[in-house]
């Protein structure tokens, strides 16, 4: 049977967090992935999880990006650039940092050809807990987003760039002792559709990330039914294997562990975070890497198929058995059975070659005219 898509598997590079540019793309390679999201975070950022920076993006020039494009055609790779942080939350000095570097990062899109050559940007919008703690907190969190991401999106949208959303909680992010893990606005289905809704240009939408779904009861077969298509432009290969124990049993599936006296805590019997990103009772996965999980993949692509999802596939490794083991061969692996495992969904079987992805067009060379670097003080 021939199916309908033929979508490119990449790899997003927060997992090479150690790799240069060229060491990067000869991995890429080794996986068989056609594509690499790179991830450009500030070299100068708070952030200390999964985060990774492969490409210079101070004085980033029209010259740079020629090169980078022909750097990618002659390894037959395509690419997107994200940075993911708090953008309306936080640190206010560090808020506006954020911004701007994702000010950067949509000019650089722009330079290596943008939506023409579906170079996308990446990002969170992040939470604003000052505002959220108020009354009718979440409605201000919607009315900040707007307040910062209209004139950011309209930015874009002028460069012919199209900015991501991804749909992670960071349900980590804040120390244990408060008591919400929720800590990016577009984490769930509501909240991307009400986005949409205050700033409707068509230069924004979302990477779907379905394991972040999963650990909160939420089945990403019913999320895609009922997601416009035109906001969707990549998917996130991760997932999720809900554990069943007592901290479930003790806190619920619904609401994160919280923290209490650990005296207290022993006294009673009953299940604390061991740190910040233990709140849930889920273990992170690379689908086919070790085991089952609690997702149903082929379902999964099969809505996409049905509904003509077009976007590449972008395996994040952030594996408690692949990447988390620190060991560079098991990151490897887990990328390649990864892939492997997606290939009988995702492509045609060819004689004597199996499971293969038919290669599209090579990057354009627009030969795109310099812009300067602009900043939020000249959006607002």
């Given at each position: 049977m021939t199916t309908k898509l033929n979508n490119p598997v990449w790899v997003m590079s927060s997992a090479f967090d150690k790799l240069s540019l060229p060491e990067l793309i000869q991995t890429t390679k080794k996986i068989g992935a056609g594509g690499i999201d790179l991830c450009v975070?500030?070299?100068d950022g708070t952030r200390e999880d999964h985060t990774a920076t492969h490409l210079d993006y101070e004085g980033f020039t029209p010259a740079k990006a020629k090169e980078i494009l022909e750097l990618f055609n002659q390894a037959d790779l395509k690419l997107s650039l994200g940075a993911f942080e708090n953008m309306i939350g936080g640190d206010p000095e560090q808020r506006v940092k954020n911004q701007n570097h994702l000010l950067k990062l949509i000019r650089i899109a722009h330079l290596l050809g943008g939506d023409e050559n579906n170079v996308k940007v990446g990002t969170f919008v992040g939470y604003n807990h000052e505002l959220g703690n108020q009354l009718d907190g979440f409605q201000k969190n919607l009315e900040e987003y707007k307040r910062v991401f209209e004139p950011i999106v309209n930015y874009a949208e002028s460069l012919g760039v199209?900015?991501?959303?991804e749909n992670c909680p960071m349900e980590g992010w804040r120390s244990s002792r408060y008591s919400s893990t929720y800590n990016n606005l577009p984490a769930v289905?509501?909240?991307r559709k009400l986005m949409?809704?205050?700033v409707p240009s068509k230069a924004h939408g979302e990477i779907y990330d379905p394991s972040h779904d999963v650990w909160q009861n939420t089945n990403?077969?019913?999320v895609i039914r009922n997601t416009d298509m035109s906001r969707l432009q990549r998917i996130h290969v991760k997932t999720t294997r809900n554990l069943q124990t007592t901290a479930r049993i003790d806190w619920g599936g619904m609401y994160p562990m919280q923290h209490v006296d650990a005296e207290l805590a022993k006294k009673a019997n009953v299940s604390i975070p061991g740190h910040d990103w233990d709140r849930h009772h889920y273990e992170a996965m690379l689908p086919g890497f070790g085991g089952s999980d609690s997702m149903d993949w082929r379902g999964f692509v099969d809505l996409l198929r049905e509904r003509d999802f077009k976007g590449p596939f972008e395996i994040e490794?952030?594996?408690k058995n692949s990447k988390d083991t620190g060991d560079f061969s098991a990151t490897v692996q887990g990328f390649?059975?990864?892939l492997n495992f997606l290939a009988p969904m995702l492509w045609d079987l060819e004689a004597e070659v199996g499971y293969s992805y038919k290669k599209s067009d090579p990057l354009k060379d627009l030969?795109?005219?310099?812009i300067p670097v602009v900043t939020m003080n000249d959006l607002i």
């Open positions: 975070f500030r070299k199209t900015i991501l959303y289905l509501a909240a949409y809704a205050m990403p077969i019913d490794n952030e594996a390649t059975t990864c030969n795109v005219k310099d």
